[in-house]
């Protein structure tokens, strides 16, 4: 959206190290902060969801609880490392939100969630 990571800082009131660790995934952004970067980048909240639907929310936030309780039928993947730390992660992303049409940003989420869910073979 061609906003620097200082300005972005700035506009919300945290340092640039803080909003490269929102990007990278390191940090998660609280809800007031959502709010903030939403409004310093002109877009509402809901942006930030486009392509999740309710269905992988309420199985995120109850994969915690059946996870804890031993009623997961299947056990989250396990990463050695987490991969949203890698440079090939923020690049993804960088260049992701580059993208200015947001009917092509949507379908290259959904062709990439669905080689990510495809079964190997």
Known sequence: MRISQTKLGQAIGVTFQQIQKYESGTNRVGASN?????KALGVEVAFFFEGVSSEDVTSSASAGFALASGLSDTPPQS???????????FELMHNYFRIPDPIVRKRLFQL??????AEKQ
């Open 112 to 117: 990439v969630r669905t080689l990510g869910f």
């Open 79 to 89: 990463f050695e490392v987490n991969p949203m730390n890698s440079r090939e992660a």
């Open 34 to 38: 959502l709010f903030k970067i939403a």
